[in-house]
Structures are given as structure tokens and as C-alpha cells.
């Protein structure tokens, strides 16, 4: 009963089931959220001695991870609680379930160390523990873990040592300890894990060089040791790790010339950034197809740039001693040899105006060529080459046509309209069969710039993404209108209670809704965050969303915020640079200035910190009901400064009116609640990207403030 939309308890009649081997109730909304009694059915699944795998992730379960799950069936093979928001600590008699082969308990808010009975499970194959509040050093006892395949400890509070014991551990394939508070040098032992395809070590605090013999790890296909305090010379073997398609180094103290990677041809991204770098940057890197991301930023790199055939793919900034390629670049230009003799120079010199002559003859004529050719592939592309949009298409199962949609809609009618943003105009559509007969669907304004590759972005953003805060994309049309136009639009599934922007400034429409509470404008907080962090960390390829902000929070029947539009979102590993600072600037994100990370108006790249940014503003907006662009701020005195020079004790004065008037016990403390809100809204949006919360955290601190101030209310919204 995976993905479908169950909710309230999971009932303990599961437990009359006694032949029961698997239960699999992931992705749904089943839970409360906070209560112990979340996991009331454990006690009655200690009677299914045949129990295998028990999957309860991706759902809403909460309160404190009960004792009770020790004492399930031997026979558990696999126990999946991801994804939910699960407090205390792993329970010390884990390690009963002596079966065990797989165990998720990622992104919850589990603390404390982890239990050394765990060192007792010598079947696990997968271990995913990221994205919690663990602590205290990486047990040594992993070593046990002979048969271990996946461990993943990112995102949490461990600190000390990286166990060099973690070396025993043969059949690694993938090792993430990254985000965390681990100290010292990287064990040499590491590279004696011969089939580790993805180590990823980053955000930590460790010293030392990277190992000289990591060219051991030939099956390496991502190495990430950025964000460290590492040194040293780059080693030669990393040449020797030929299947390496991601190399993240960015953010440490490395010196010297960059190794020898020439033989490293499959490499897709390379981020060598904010290092101490010296040399010319390596003529070879230009000849890399696969490449998609190459940033050699800020070091002290020397000489002339290699000319690489797509410039929006690499960045060098911050390099003074950089020359020539291309103008994009912005570089001085490389000074030329003086020659040898004038006598040379002149005995030359009609040749070279003969041989420069007629090149440039040539290449007027090829560009003339070039430009009648490119003009009609461009005009019969749009008239009968379906391929560019169709196959970001691929992913539905069942598309749907023009005519379907425009009976659906009632011809486009203003009736039907809910809604348009920068590329479209939503309407309300009724299908005449299926699940979904009511649905939202976005058209595109095909004559506006940008819009293809909007609907592009969507597609690909949305094909493999699965969240509950995430607005789902049912199917989408790439067809001809009935006067030969083309047309596009996304079909989603109908969010009724609207944007949050009607919710949050009533003023501005016509018939305004009920004000939000303290609590629902929480919950709705907790959702984006979540869906954020998903985005950032959970899916197969991380994503930036780009353009948060209310009118792109969407709220269901009771008020659950899921988080849409994803027109300017960018894979970030497969970044486009020039449409991406494009539409940036076009008429439509120019109406969404204030939410925007500042760094973007300096050019930098698309990032989850940006995102993290956009956040920080909307959590202020919703809260002290005050656009960024509201009248009153202007020059440098913004939404975030006028939050910041109210706190702690003129909170009150300017918080949203609305809060203070509506469903408030007698004697709860709002100044201290809104105080703690308001500076985690201040901390998303430091100014400097690499000072902000990660959203995981985020959502970790608003979950622990409403776990603090609603603890007997928190399931009036459920």
C-alpha cells in the first residue's frame, strides 16, 4: 500500500494477521505528527513471527522511537521508518533483530549516540541514518558490518575521529559521513575499499592531504571531500580513478597544479573551486564531452584559459592571473611573444595579410552559410520536429490532447482561471474520466521568452520527484491549438484552498479567505521546509527550486502546503547558466525581487542556498504579514532588517495582526513563540550563503518549536 493518500493511524489489527511477512505502508499521510500513540500497532506486530520487512517511511509518524520495535520478528530483513518526525533515540536492544539486513531511519529527529547493540547486526547491507540529530563519534564497531553495501551518516552532529576500522568494510559502495563535525586526517585505510563507487566526506572539519594512493579506488564514480580544512598537494593517482564522473574538492586549502586527469574522460562535473591552486588550467578539460560543470574559481591559477565550447559550463572568477579565452570570460588578453628579428617580421608580413584575408573572406561566407541554415532548422523545428519538448514528455504514462483540455476548461474561459504566473495562466479543469476529474492545468504563453524552456524545467524537474509537500504533476500536453499555434501545459492535481499569497493578503482579492492561525501558518512552514530539504537531499539528482515564494505554496483540503512551479528549477548538477540568468532578468522574475538570493543579482550560480534565502524571506512574510516589497522599505532597509531591529522585545509590534486576533489560548506566550520563528526566518537569510541553516535544520528547529509551544493542539489541523 505504498504511495497512495492513506491517513490517521495505522490500526494494531495487523497484528491478528499472524502468517504476516510484509507490511508496506510508505509515502502516505499516516500519523499525526507528534504523538507516541503514532506507534501503537508495534506492540501488536510482536505477535507476526513471520514478519520480513516492515516499511512505515515517507509518512507522518512522530512522538518517541518505542522500545517496543526490539522485540519484532527475528526474521526482520528490513525496517523503514525514513522520512518522518521521530523523536529520542535509537532503542539500545536494536540489535535483537539479528536478520536485519536493511535499516532506514533518515530525516527524523533522532539524538544521541548510536546504541552499540547496532554492532550486534552483522547482516546489514544498508544502513541510512542521515538528516537526524545523532551525536558522539562513529562507532569502530561498524568494522562488524563485513557484508555492508550503503552507509550513510550525513547530515548529523557526529564528531571525532573517521574510524580507520571503516577500512574492513569490503563490499562499501557507498560511504557518506558528509555534515557532520569529524575531525582529523582521513584514514589511508579508505582506500583499501576497492569497491566503493561514491565517498562523500564533505562539510566536515578534517586536516591533513587526501590520501597519495586514493587512485586505489578505481570503481570511484563520485568523490566529494569539499568544504574541509584540507592541504597539500593534489595526489598524482587520482588519474587513476577512471571511472570518476564527480569530483567535488571545492572549499579547502589544496596547493600546487592540478593532477594529471587526462585519462579521466567520463568526468561530468568538477568543482576544484576556492582552493589555493596554482599552474594553467589544463588544456585536456576542453576536450571532455560528458563535461557539464567545471568551477575553478577563486585559486591562483596563471596563463591562458583553454577555449571550451560551452562557457555557461565553467567558471574561473577570482583567478588575477588568468588570460585570453573567451570574452564571456571577461579576462585580459594574453600577451604575445615579441619576435625574434624585424627582418623575420617583414619577410612575413605579406604572406600573413594574404592568409588573413582570405580567412576572413572564408568565414563571412561560412557564416553566412551557418546563419540560412540554422534560420530554416529553426523554422522547421517548430513546425514539425515535436522532439524537443516530447521527450521530457516520455515519463507519462498517458498524455492528454489539446481538445481534451480546452473542453475541460470550457474553452479557456475566465471562469476557469485560478491564477497566472510569469510563463502562464492556470485554469480549473474538469476531466470527463479518471481519479483526478478535477485538475489544475498551466498553459503556456508560447510567445513569451523563456516559456520552452519553463515547461522543459518542469518536466524534468518534476518527473522523478515524490514528496507530499510537492505539487504533483499528473501528465502535460505538447500539441498544435486549432489555429495551428503551438501549445503546452502542465496538468497538476487541484490544490483548492488556493496560494498562500490569498491567505497571507486578503486585500488583494476579491472574495478574501478566514485569516491563518499561529499554528496552521506553522505547519505550512514545516511543510515547505520539508519539501525543500527533500529537493536538496533526498532526490536522485539535487534540485534548486529558483523562485519561492507564496504564490508557489499551494494548500490542500486541510491546509497541507504543498510547494509548486517549478518553471525556473535547475538540476543542479546539469546547470544552464545563460537561460537560468535569462529568465532571471526577465519581466516575469523581475515582479518576484525581494526573494531572490542577493548573490544571484552578482552572478553567481543556482544553489539550495539560494533557496534557503527565499525561505528565510517567506517565513518573515508569513509571520509579520509584510511583503518584500512592501512601500515601507526601500534602499537598505529591508524585510529582513526591520525583522532583525524588532527583536526579541518589539516583536508584538510588528508581527501580522491577524495572529494575534485568532485562535490564541488565554495566557500563550505568541511573544516568544513569534521570536523563535522570526530568527530562524533570520537565519535563512543571512547574507552570506555559507552562513545560512541548511533546511534540514530548518525544519528541525520550526518542528521543535511547535513540538514546544502546541503540544496538546498540534493535531487541529490534521
Not at 524552456?453 to 518534476?462: G, I, N, R, V, Y
Request: proline share 4%; glycine share 8%; net charge negative.
Amino acid at each position: 500500500m505504498n504511495e497512495n493518500s492513506l491517513t490517521g493511524s495505522i490500526p494494531s489489527t495487523f497484528g491478528e494477521i499472524p502468517n504476516l511477512k510484509w507490511l508496506l505502508l510508505s509515502s502516505n499521510s499516516l500519523g499525526s505528527d507528534s504523538s507516541s500513540r503514532d506507534f501503537e500497532f508495534l506492540t501488536s506486530l510482536i505477535n507476526c513471527t513471520q514478519l520480513e520487512k516492515l516499511a512505515v517511511g515517507w509518512n507522518r509518524l512522530g512522538g518517541d522511537f518505542p522500545v517496543d520495535i526490539s522485540n519484532l520478528s527475528s526474521n526482520l530483513i528490513a525496517l523503514e521508518v525514513g522520512g518522518n518526525l521521530i523523536s529520542g533515540s535509537i532503542p539500545h536492544d536494536i540489535g535483537n533483530l539479528i536478520s536485519l539486513q536493511t535499516l532506514t531511519f533518515d530525516q527524523n529527529m533522532l539524538s544521541g549516540p548510536l546504541p552499540t547493540s547496532l554492532g550486534k547486526l552483522l547482516n546489514l547491507r544498508v544502513v541510512t541514518l542521515s538528516s537526524n540529530r545523532l551525536s558522539g563519534e562513529v562507532p569502530s564497531f561498524i568494522s562488524n558490518f563485513t557484508m555492508l553495501e550503503t552507509l550513510d551518516l550525513a547530515n548529523n552532529s557526529f564528531q571525532g575521529m573517521v574510524p580507520p576500522s571503516l577500512g574492513k568494510c569490503s563490499n562499501l559502495l557507498h560511504l557518506r559521513i558528509d555534515s557532520n563535525q569529524l575531525k582529523g586526517e582521513i584514514p589511508r585505510e579508505i582506500t583499501q575499499i576497492q569497491r566503493l563507487i561514491l565517498l562523500d566526506m564533505s562539510g566536515n572539519s578534517l586536516v591533513g592531504s587526501l590520501p597519495e594512493d586514493i587512485g586505489k579506488l578505481e570503481k570511484l564514480i563520485t568523490l566529494a571531500v569539499a568544504d574541509n580544512k584540507l592541504s597539500g598537494k593534489l595526489p598524482q593517482s587520482i588519474g587513476k580513478c577512471l571511472t570518476m564522473e564527480y569530483l567535488y574538492l571545492e572549499g579547502n586549502s589544496f596547493d600546487g597544479d592540478v593532477p594529471d586527469m587526462k585519462r579521466l574522460v567520463g568526468l561530468k562535473e568538477v568543482d576544484l573551486s576556492k582552493n589555493n591552486l596554482s599552474g594553467g588550467i589544463p588544456e585536456y578539460l576542453a576536450n571532455f564531452s560528458k563535461l557539464q560543470y567545471l568551477n575553478m574559481s577563486f585559486n591562483k591559477f596563471n596563463g591562458r584559459v583553454p577555449i571550451f565550447q560551452n562557457t555557461t559550463m565553467v567558471s574561473v572568477f577570482g583567478n588575477k592571473d588568468l588570460c585570453g579565452g573567451v570574452k564571456e570570460f571577461q579576462l585580459n588578453p594574453c600577451l604575445t611573444q615579441e619576435p625574434l628579428a624585424e627582418a623575420k617580421r617583414s619577410s612575413h608580413l605579406k604572406k600573413i595579410a594574404v592568409g588573413v584575408g582570405v580567412g576572413v573572406a572564408f568565414i563571412l561566407l561560412m557564416l553566412l552559410v551557418a546563419l540560412i541554415w540554422f534560420r530554416k532548422r529553426k523554422n522547421n523545428k517548430q513546425t514539425s520536429d515535436p522532439t524537443s519538448s516530447s521527450a521530457a514528455l516520455e515519463v507519462f504514462h498517458e498524455k492528454i490532447s489539446y481538445g481534451d483540455l480546452r473542453n475541460a476548461t470550457n474553452g479557456f474561459s475566465e471562469s476557469n482561471m485560478v491564477g497566472s504566473g510569469s510563463f502562464g495562466t492556470v485554469f480549473k479543469a474538469f476531466l470527463p474520466s479518471g481519479e483526478n476529474d478535477v485538475v489544475a492545468v498551466k498553459v503556456l504563453n508560447m510567445q513569451r521568452r523563456g516559456a520552452m524552456k519553463s515547461f522543459m524545467a518542469e518536466c524534468t524537474s518534476l518527473k522523478d520527484v515524490r514528496h507530499r509537500n510537492l505539487v504533483k504533476l499528473l501528465t502535460a500536453c505538447s500539441s498544435i491549438d486549432f489555429q495551428g499555434n503551438e501549445f503546452r501545459a502542465l496538468v497538476y492535481e487541484f490544490m483548492p484552498n488556493g496560494s498562500m499569497d490569498t491567505w497571507l493578503h486578503p486585500e488583494d482579492v476579491k472574495e478574501p479567505s478566514r485569516a491563518l492561525t499561529l499554528l496552521e501558518r506553522l505547519n505550512i512552514a514545516v511543510d515547505v521546509a520539508s519539501a525543500l530539504d527533500y529537493l536538496h537531499v533526498h532526490c536522485h539528482e539535487p534540485i534548486a527550486h529558483c523562485d519561492l515564494k507564496p504564490s508557489n505554496i499551494l494548500l490542500d483540503d486541510d491546509l497541507t502546503a504543498h510547494v509548486s512551479d517549478f518553471g525556473l528549477a535547475r538540476l543542479l548538477i546539469k546547470f544552464d547558466q545563460e537561460s537560468f540568468f535569462s529568465q532571471l532578468t526577465s519581466a516575469g522574475v523581475r515582479g518576484t525581487v525581494g526573494y531572490a538570493a542577493p548573490e544571484y543579482g552578482m552572478g553567481a550560480q543556482p544553489s539550495v542556498h539560494g533557496d534557503v534565502y527565499s525561505f528565510g524571506v517567506l517565513l518573515l512574510e508569513m509571520f509579520t504579514g509584510k511583503r518584500p516589497s512592501d512601500e515601507l522599505f526601500g534602499g537598505d532597509f529591508t524585510l529582513i532588517s526591520y525583522t532583525k531591529s524588532a527583536l526579541p522585545e518589539r516583536v508584538l509590534d510588528i508581527a501580522d495582526k491577524s495572529i494575534l486576533d485568532s485562535g490564541l489560548r488565554v495566557g500563550f506566550p505568541v511573544a516568544e513563540c513569534l521570536a523563535l520563528i522570526l530568527n530562524v526566518g533570520l537565519r535563512c537569510g543571512e547574507e552570506s550563503p555559507m552562513n545560512r541553516l541548511a533546511t534540514s535544520e530548518a525544519a528541525k528547529e520550526l518542528v521543535s518549536i511547535r513540538e514546544r509551544f502546541f503540544k496538546a493542539t498540534r493535531t487541529v489541523r490534521r
